[in-house]
C-alpha cells in the first residue's frame, strides 16, 4: 500500500502546477456591462470596480456558450472575459482575449 500512496502524492505534485501553468498569464474579469463602444466594454466588477476592457481583432465572442465572430454584449449582459495587459490601449484597463457573456433571465 505504502508504494501506492508515494505513487498518487507524486503524482498530484506533478498533476496539479501544470494544471495552473496551463491558464497562463491572462486574469478575469467578471461583472455586468454598463456601457458598451465599438473598441471597447465598460463593466461593473462583482466588487464594484468600473473597469474599461478594449476589444481586438482576435478578440473571441461567445454569446451563451456559443462563439459568433460578429455578437457584442449589450447594457445589463453579464460578462466573463480573460483579459491581458499586452498590447494595452493608453485609455483603457485591460485588452479582452475572450469574452463570454449572457443576458441574464428577467424575473417574473
Do not use: C, Y
Not at 455578437?71 to 483603457?92: I, S
Amino acid at each position: 500500500m505504502k508504494p501506492f500512496v508515494r505513487f498518487l502524492i507524486i503524482t498530484s505534485f506533478l498533476i496539479i502546477p501544470s494544471m495552473a501553468w496551463g491558464h497562463g498569464d491572462a486574469s478575469h474579469v467578471m461583472g455586468t456591462v454598463t456601457a458598451m463602444e465599438v473598441d471597447h466594454v465598460v463593466v461593473k466588477t462583482t466588487k464594484g470596480e468600473s473597469v474599461s476592457l478594449a476589444f481586438q481583432p482576435e478578440t473571441i465572442f461567445q454569446q451563451n456558450g456559443i462563439h459568433k465572430k460578429d455578437a457584442r454584449p449589450l447594457v445589463g449582459d453579464r460578462l466573463v472575459a480573460e483579459v491581458t495587459k499586452k498590447g494595452l490601449p493608453q485609455d483603457r484597463d485591460w485588452v479582452a482575449t475572450e469574452i463570454t457573456f449572457a443576458t441574464p433571465k428577467k424575473k417574473p
